[in-house]
Structures are given as structure tokens and as C-alpha cells.
């Protein structure tokens, strides 16, 4: 078992307050909000040939749709984003690859669009965050080197705390199906909106308590939480699948700075062995819904 270790791997993070000229050359305006329907429908048509055809691919048309004269275009934001992860250590080419995928400037508010590639959480409303890129990829490249498989994708995958289906759809990409809980109905919706025009057929957001997990979908290959608690509530180790892995935040008695560290569960025939990793700081496990 390690031993909790500082930062820089939070889900929190100061760089909002770096003055806007320090930020990458991100188009300070994108032909999108979020909020309309209409513009629901300009993604649909550009999220697919990305999708089809990878980040590096340079006959996507996404240029095109960007107001000219703004420097690079988000998948060039992205790509950079991506090479930074690898830098920082993520080695996983399926979880390289699907942060490069996902358009994370669709989730975020219009007003924070350029801040969408820096590492660093976003506030998405009724108090909650969505993590900074390195944690979700971190957490994905756990997931998946607790398969032991890194060539095949994820099977069943639970995730806890939608969110506003970031997380939600880059897992779509690495696993077989998602089932995501949020217990916050404007979350739900607002995700259930981001999710539509990628139209991940593998990707089944629930409205209700995380808490006690999902039954219906289990056994889980992979479960992951993006909101930590005292403890890890039973119904996930018992939705867990035998052989699967399950990493969440938790507080850790006594740990770095006396807050939350990553907690990984692997569960065998012998029994779940539990072990402790960084030091994390995610939004609260709420029980009930609201
Ligand atoms: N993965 C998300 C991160 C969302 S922040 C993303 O990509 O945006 C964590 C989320 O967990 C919050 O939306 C919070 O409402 C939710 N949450 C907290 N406790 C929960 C519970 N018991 N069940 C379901 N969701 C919960």
C-alpha cells in the first residue's frame, strides 16, 4: 500500500485565475452554445467524422467552422492538451486517444470554452466540478490497467456522478457500455443535453442515488466515482465484478493534508485487496437525490 502523496494529481485547481493572455492560443470565441438546440445540431454533424477518424487526422472539416482568424482550432487545443497528459506521465494510448476524441470545450459553460484544455477543474453548475483532464485520465488509465487487458476496451462500466458527462462519454469510447449516475436532476438534464449529439449508443445516463450503485447493469468490469465519501459503500464492491476494479476518491483518516486520497479496489476469488494512492480533492458522495 502507498502512502498518500501531495498534488499536482487534484481534481481542483488554481489555473482559472491565470490571466487570459497566458492561455494556449484556444479561439477566444467558438461557433457553439451549448444551450440551443440548434446548436446541438452543428455538433452532431462535427463530433462524428473526429470520432471516425482521430485526433490527428487533418481532413476534419472542424476548421472550417471556426471564425478565421483565431489561430489554432480545438483539435489542435486538444492534441496539445493530450501531449501534455503524456508528458505528465499517462501512457495508455485508448485513454490518449479518447481525450483527444472528446470535445471538452462542449461541456463547459460558453463563458469558459477557453479555458476547456487547460488542466484544471470547471465549475458546471449547482456547486460541482468537472475534473481536471489529468484526474479523469489518470483515473481511466487505472481502470483499465486494473483489466489487464490494455488492448481490448472495458466491459459494463459503472460511473458515479455524471456530472456534465465529460467523463461519461470519453469512457464510452474505452468501454463496451457506461451506466452513469447523477443524483442532481439539473446535472442529469444538462448532461443528458451535452450527450445527445455524440449519440454514444453505449452511454445510459440514470437520474437517482449512486450511493447504492445500480443493480440492474452489474456485475461491473470497471466502477469508478467522481465524488468522494467517507468509505466506499458496499453496493458497489458487491456490484463489482470479480477480477474488476473500482478507484474512487475517499477521505482518508490521517492522510496528506487529512483530506481525500484515490482509492483502488481490485476484487479477486481470494477477496478485494484495497490500495491507497495520491492525494485528490473531488466534490462530496451525497446520499439521496435532489
Ligand atoms: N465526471 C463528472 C464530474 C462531476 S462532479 C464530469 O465529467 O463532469 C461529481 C458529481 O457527482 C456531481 O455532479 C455530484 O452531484 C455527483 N454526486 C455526488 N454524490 C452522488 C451520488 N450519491 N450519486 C450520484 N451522483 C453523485
Given at each position: 500500500?502507498?502512502?498518500p502523496?501531495?498534488?499536482?494529481?487534484?481534481?481542483?485547481?488554481?489555473a482559472?485565475a491565470k490571466?487570459?493572455?497566458?492561455r494556449?492560443g484556444?479561439p477566444v470565441?467558438?461557433?457553439i452554445?451549448?444551450?440551443?438546440?440548434?446548436?446541438?445540431?452543428?455538433?452532431?454533424?462535427r463530433?462524428?467524422?473526429?470520432?471516425?477518424?482521430?485526433?490527428?487526422?487533418?481532413?476534419m472539416?472542424?476548421?472550417a467552422?471556426?471564425?478565421?482568424g483565431?489561430?489554432?482550432?480545438?483539435?489542435?487545443v486538444r492534441?496539445?492538451?493530450v501531449?501534455k497528459?503524456?508528458?505528465q506521465?499517462?501512457?495508455?494510448?485508448?485513454?490518449?486517444?479518447a481525450?483527444?476524441?472528446?470535445?471538452?470545450?462542449?461541456?463547459?459553460?460558453?463563458a469558459?470554452v477557453?479555458q476547456?484544455?487547460?488542466?484544471t477543474?470547471?465549475p458546471?453548475?449547482?456547486?460541482?466540478?468537472i475534473?481536471?483532464?489529468n484526474?479523469?485520465?489518470?483515473?481511466?488509465?487505472?481502470?483499465?490497467?486494473g483489466?489487464?487487458?490494455?488492448?481490448?476496451?472495458l466491459?459494463?462500466?459503472?460511473?458515479i456522478?455524471t456530472?456534465?458527462g465529460?467523463q461519461?462519454?470519453?469512457?464510452g469510447?474505452?468501454a463496451t457500455?457506461?451506466y452513469?449516475?447523477?443524483?442532481?436532476r439539473?446535472?442529469?438534464?444538462?448532461?443528458r443535453?451535452?450527450l445527445?449529439a455524440?449519440?454514444?449508443?453505449?452511454?445510459?445516463?440514470l437520474?437517482?442515488?449512486?450511493m447504492v450503485?445500480?443493480?440492474?447493469?452489474?456485475?461491473?468490469a470497471a466502477?469508478?466515482?467522481?465524488?468522494?465519501?467517507e468509505a466506499?459503500?458496499?453496493?458497489?464492491?458487491?456490484?463489482?465484478?470479480?477480477?474488476?476494479?473500482?478507484?474512487?476518491?475517499?477521505?482518508?483518516?490521517?492522510?496528506?493534508?487529512?483530506?481525500q486520497?484515490?482509492?483502488?479496489?481490485?476484487?479477486?476469488?481470494?477477496?478485494?485487496?484495497?490500495t491507497?494512492?495520491?492525494?485528490?480533492?473531488?466534490?462530496?458522495?451525497?446520499s439521496?437525490?435532489?
Amino acid at each position: 500500500m502507498k502512502p498518500p502523496v501531495k498534488p499536482p494529481l487534484t481534481s481542483s485547481g488554481t489555473a482559472a485565475a491565470k490571466p487570459v493572455a497566458k492561455r494556449p492560443g484556444f479561439p477566444v470565441r467558438l461557433e457553439i452554445d451549448a444551450g440551443t438546440p440548434s446548436a446541438t445540431k452543428k455538433i452532431a454533424h462535427r463530433a462524428h467524422p473526429e470520432r471516425a477518424t482521430g485526433i490527428f487526422d487533418q481532413k476534419m472539416p472542424a476548421k472550417a467552422a471556426l471564425p478565421s482568424g483565431v489561430g489554432l482550432d480545438s483539435r489542435a487545443v486538444r492534441a496539445r492538451m493530450v501531449h501534455k497528459l503524456a508528458a505528465q506521465g499517462i501512457s495508455d494510448a485508448q485513454v490518449l486517444a479518447a481525450m483527444g476524441h472528446v470535445e471538452r470545450h462542449r461541456f463547459v459553460d460558453t463563458a469558459l470554452v477557453n479555458q476547456a484544455y487547460e488542466d484544471t477543474s470547471l465549475p458546471i453548475g449547482l456547486g460541482q466540478t468537472i475534473s481536471k483532464p489529468n484526474v479523469v485520465a489518470r483515473m481511466l488509465e487505472l481502470l483499465r490497467q486494473g483489466a489487464g487487458s490494455p488492448a481490448g476496451k472495458l466491459g459494463r462500466v459503472l460511473e458515479i456522478g455524471t456530472g456534465c458527462g465529460y467523463q461519461a462519454a470519453v469512457l464510452g469510447e474505452l468501454a463496451t457500455e457506461v451506466y452513469s449516475i447523477e443524483r442532481l436532476r439539473g446535472l442529469h438534464d444538462k448532461a443528458r443535453e451535452n450527450l445527445r449529439a455524440f449519440r454514444l449508443a453505449n452511454v445510459h445516463l440514470l437520474f437517482g442515488d449512486g450511493m447504492v450503485g445500480y443493480a440492474k447493469g452489474a456485475p461491473y468490469a470497471a466502477i469508478i466515482a467522481a465524488a468522494g465519501g467517507e468509505a466506499i459503500p458496499t453496493a458497489w464492491v458487491e456490484q463489482l465484478a470479480v477480477g474488476g476494479r473500482l478507484v474512487a476518491p475517499m477521505h482518508i483518516a490521517g492522510g496528506a493534508g487529512g483530506g481525500q486520497a484515490l482509492v483502488l479496489l481490485d476484487k479477486t476469488a481470494q477477496g478485494v485487496t484495497q490500495t491507497v494512492l495520491e492525494a485528490v480533492h473531488f466534490v462530496p458522495l451525497k446520499s439521496g437525490t435532489s
